[in-house]
């Protein structure tokens, strides 16, 4: 058998199987999470969530996927069909195969390239197309400044988001992703770089359009923004891919900040629980606060938002990269990747 998985089809095989072992967990957690949400939202709120579809409301995402599945996919007149039916599909796939890099133990993740980090950040970049097609192709004005400002607020988020990942680079001397978790052994990189662990993670709220940064889909002045003229199943892949953004989000900050599948403390009993498990645990609590955020924070105004990414969080993140390598180079712990 051992074999069989070294000839090219079995190779194939087997990447399918590695692929599949990481999308159905993670597929099943994205539509949980819609109704995780709304029972926090309700727990926070004092009032009752999701309680009526099967035990505890646990069916309810099996409800929203099948009211999706039976409505019709309705394309307006003046639209331009195959970009209005590819932008919902673009931002689904790149959230999915963005976690072929990521690494939920030791060695384990689909394909560990010794650039992860890039792939990483550039699949990450390229969810803006998804919403800037969709924005343009439904040509509707209300859709296009949705795109337009999604545009405007991820471009400028990802540039501290860049910044914060090249702090970790600097402290770690390589770009793969497992290796940055290893480097965590001692200390995680959330507290010895602790400012950048919170830009990181606000950022990664913009970056994701969550709220209190959720002005791409502001109800109140651009009636839900670039996907306004969706439904069905189309609306459902804008859904599904914000959520599955969320948990890549998640798992880049678990992995970047908080040890990854490392455990709190290098001692008995932590370390006999299985690495995958302390990886998911970190993701969900990274999610949660997802969610803590939305119930508490009121939206932005769109002049706040960019204040905060140009004025504030850029030149944050510029000068503690700039500290962070002086540090290094001052107290001789500059890793040999990078000297």
Same mark, same amino acid.
């Given at each position: 058998?051992?074999?069989?998985?070294?000839?090219?089809?079995?190779?194939?095989?087997?990447?399918?199987?590695?692929?599949?072992?990481?999308?159905?967990?993670?597929?099943?957690?994205?539509?949980?999470?819609?109704?995780?949400?709304?029972?926090?939202?309700?727990?926070?709120?004092?009032?009752?969530?999701?309680?009526?579809?099967?035990?505890?409301?646990?069916?309810?995402?099996?409800?929203?996927?099948?009211?999706?599945?039976?409505?019709?996919?309705?394309?307006?007149?003046?639209?331009?069909?195959?970009?209005?039916?590819?932008?919902?599909?673009?931002?689904?796939?790149?959230?999915?195969?963005?976690?072929?890099?990521?690494?939920?133990?030791?060695?384990?993740?689909?394909?560990?390239?010794?650039?992860?980090?890039?792939?990483? /950040? *550039?699949?990450?970049? &390229? #969810?803006? =197309?998804?919403?800037?097609?969709?924005?343009? $192709? +439904?040509?509707?004005?209300?859709?296009?400044?949705?795109?337009?400002?999604?545009?405007?607020?991820?471009?400028?988020?990802?540039?501290?988001?860049?910044?914060?990942?090249?702090?970790?680079?600097?402290?770690?001397?390589?770009?793969?992703?497992?290796?940055?978790?290893?480097?965590?052994?001692?200390?995680?990189?959330?507290?010895?770089?602790?400012?950048?662990?919170?830009?990181?993670?606000?950022?990664?709220?913009?970056?994701?359009?969550?709220?209190?940064?959720?002005?791409?889909?502001?109800?109140?002045?651009?009636?839900?923004?670039?996907?306004?003229?969706?439904?069905?199943?189309? /609306? *459902?892949?804008?859904? &599904? #891919?914000? =959520?599955?953004?969320?948990?890549?989000?998640? $798992? +880049?900050?678990?992995?970047?900040?908080?040890?990854?599948?490392?455990?709190?403390?290098?001692?008995?009993?932590?370390?006999?629980?299985?690495?995958?498990?302390?990886?998911?645990?970190?993701?969900?609590?990274?999610?949660?606060?997802?969610?803590?955020?939305?119930?508490?924070?009121?939206?932005?105004?769109?002049?706040?938002?960019?204040?905060?990414?140009?004025?504030?969080?850029?030149?944050?993140?510029?000068?503690?990269?700039?500290?962070?390598?002086?540090?290094?180079?001052?107290?001789?712990?500059?890793?040999?990747?990078?000297?």
């Amino acid at each position: 058998m051992a074999g069989f998985f070294r000839t090219p089809f079995g190779m194939l095989i087997l990447m399918v199987l590695e692929a599949l072992a990481i999308l159905v967990p993670l597929l099943l957690l994205v539509a949980y999470a819609t109704v995780a949400e709304r029972k926090v939202l309700a727990a926070m709120q004092l009032r009752k969530g999701p309680n009526v579809v099967g035990p505890w409301g646990l069916l309810q995402a099996f409800a929203d996927a099948g009211k999706m599945l039976m409505k019709e996919t309705i394309i307006p007149t003046g639209a331009n069909r195959l970009l209005f039916l590819f932008a919902p599909m673009v931002t689904f796939t790149l959230a999915m195969i963005a976690w072929a890099v990521i690494p939920v133990d030791n060695g384990w993740a689909v394909a560990d390239v010794n650039v992860g980090i890039l792939y990483l /950040f *550039a699949i990450s970049s &390229l #969810g803006v =197309y998804g919403i800037i097609i969709a924005g343009w $192709a +439904s040509n509707s004005k209300y859709a296009f400044l949705g795109g337009l400002r999604s545009a405007a607020q991820m471009v400028s988020y990802e540039v501290s988001i860049g910044f914060v990942m090249v702090s970790v680079l600097l402290c770690v001397g390589s770009l793969n992703l497992n290796d940055i978790v290893l480097a965590q052994r001692h200390v995680w990189f959330c507290i010895p770089l602790f400012p950048m662990f919170i830009v990181f993670f606000i950022s990664a709220l913009a970056e994701t359009n969550r709220s209190p940064f959720d002005l791409p889909e502001g109800e109140s002045e651009i009636v839900a923004g670039f996907f306004v003229e969706y439904s069905a199943m189309t /609306f *459902a892949l804008f859904f &599904l #891919g914000e =959520y599955a953004n969320m948990f890549l989000m998640s $798992a +880049s900050t678990t992995i970047l900040f908080l040890g990854g599948w490392l455990p709190p403390v290098g001692l008995p009993p932590f370390t006999w629980i299985p690495g995958v498990f302390w990886f998911v645990g970190k993701v969900l609590a990274c999610m949660f606060v997802f969610m803590w955020v939305r119930a508490t924070f009121p939206r932005f105004r769109y002049d706040q938002l960019m204040r905060l990414g140009w004025k504030v969080f850029l030149p944050l993140s510029l000068l503690w990269l700039v500290v962070t390598a002086v540090v290094l180079v001052l107290t001789g712990w500059v890793p040999q990747g990078t000297a």
